[in-house]
């Protein structure tokens, strides 16, 4: 008897979903977040970028040259940019975005086309547009504002200054009569988040770090710097606008002194004359955050935006610090040790986490300026230099300063240690509270923090 040979039903059906599964595996390993296909498109980009780069840098190195030399051959930018365009390296947008602001990202990679003389120099007021400086790391520095000479380094806390005549040279007489702001730098966009400060020697729990900047909506930046929500067009804007200056000129500047005022009366309240950050100004304290969480205006943050209005700068904006860029600062000081600090474990002997006598707080009183009385610096960066760090000043002690992180939908966030409560072994400067953005009290401060203008 002949038998039929073929293939079971069975064996069919696991024929077909053997096959199914090998087309899903093929179809994810081509179409896939990380398939071939975008592996390649981001593969063709990153070796745009590399060869747009590489031609910068030799149009650099030539300008450079041609600057030494007795006849000058080297191409213009337009020349190069004509180049790059016809052999579609560059698009038209592109082209115009480095003509506009002379850097273009392509991927990864920022790219600069200043030429060598266009560099900032240290005590030489930047005119012209924003210009960058190099020197142990990389800023940009805003037109209308000077490197103050022996605060030039950037690792160590690069300070500008808008009035040209400051200095800080050893050797040399201080002179500090301008408003003064330090460079923090933001290599990595990607770490440019929110995270636990340390209260005690210990992380604070979860709770202190809330999705919320503004009215329970936060604000978190996604892959290219948008932002996800916001309840109020005006802080929804000013977000945006500062993580993308943030990620495209790869950090900010925070005050170098906590907020000051001309108003020399300290008992006055709420918005005052004047606000200054410079070294020797009356303390800015009793000062609410807002009139409440959806209303901006009556405190600190109406005045930190209006100062760079107030000051006529026209390539910065202004604001209150924000908790992520506080966080940046901190995070840029996390190897600063402090031989202060009163923990028993070594691997917590850092500013970060313990301040003591790093910051004014009561058991260092007598150490920094003890005619005052009151606990609170009225001549912020006078009292103690170790209140320095990074160039910055009272980030540790003095005044608790507002920011505009908000924790749930109905309190704000108020960042660093204060004099009146305990010392720097409680309230380091990482410390992180929350409090009704209404509450006034002569322990509350705030500091501003300046972003370069975007496009």
């Not at 495209?248 to 006055?268: A, C, L, P, Q, V």
């Amino acid at each position: 008897m002949r038998k039929n040979k073929g293939i079971t039903l069975i064996a069919l059906v696991i024929t077909i979903i053997v096959l199914l599964i090998l087309a899903g595996v093929s179809i994810a390993m081509l179409l896939g977040e990380n398939g071939i296909l975008n592996q390649a498109q981001k593969a063709k980009v990153e070796t745009r970028g590399a060869t747009v780069e590489e031609e910068c840098n030799l149009w650099k190195m030539n300008q450079k040259m041609d600057a030494e030399a007795t006849e000058g051959t080297a191409q213009t930018l337009q020349e190069l940019l004509d180049s790059l365009e016809k052999r579609n390296l560059i698009t038209a947008e592109e082209r115009a975005t480095i003509e506009t602001t002379k850097k273009i990202t392509i991927g990864e990679r920022t790219i600069n086309f200043y030429k060598e003389e266009e560099q900032a120099k240290v005590g030489v007021k930047v005119t012209g547009g924003n210009k960058p400086y190099t020197n142990k790391g990389t800023a940009i520095i805003p037109e209308g504002f000077t490197i103050v000479p022996g605060c030039e380094d950037v690792s160590e806390g690069l300070v500008i200054s808008d009035n040209e005549k400051d200095t800080e040279e050893a050797g040399k007489p201080q002179i500090a009569e301008g408003n003064q702001f330090v460079w923090v730098p933001v290599e990595n966009f990607n770490e440019f988040k929110r995270e636990l400060g340390y209260y005690n020697g210990a992380l604070q729990s979860g709770e202190f770090v809330s999705d919320a900047m503004s009215n329970g909506k936060y604000y978190e930046p996604k892959g290219d710097g948008d932002i996800v929500d916001a309840e109020g067009t005006t802080t929804e804007k000013e977000a945006q606008d500062m993580y993308k200056s943030v990620k495209e000129n790869k950090g900010f500047y925070i005050g170098r002194y906590e907020s000051g005022t001309t108003d020399t009366n300290t008992s006055n309240t709420g918005i005052r004359e004047k606000m200054v950050c410079k070294k020797g100004a009356t303390i800015y304290n009793n000062i609410k955050w807002g009139t409440s969480m959806s209303n901006e205006t009556g405190g600190a943050v109406e005045v930190s935006r209006g100062f760079a209005t107030q000051e006529n700068y026209t390539s910065v904006k202004s604001t209150l610090c924000y908790g992520v860029q506080w966080d940046a600062a901190i995070r840029w000081m996390k190897d600063i040790k402090n031989p202060n600090a009163v923990v028993e474990d070594v691997s917590k002997k850092y500013y970060i986490i313990d301040s003591t006598k790093m910051g004014w707080y009561k058991d260092n009183h007598s150490e920094g300026n003890p005619t005052l009385t009151t606990g609170i610096d009225i001549e912020p960066g006078e009292n103690n230099k170790s209140n320095k760090v990074k160039n910055i000043y009272d980030m540790a002690g003095n005044v608790r300063e507002w920011t505009m992180e908000a924790n749930g939908t109905d309190k704000r966030v108020s960042r660093g240690g204060y004099y009146f409560n305990d010392a720097g072994g409680g309230l380091p400067a990482s410390y992180r509270e929350y409090i009704i953005p209404s509450y006034l009290e002569i322990s509350f401060g705030f500091r501003t923090a300046l972003y370069l203008n975007v496009e």
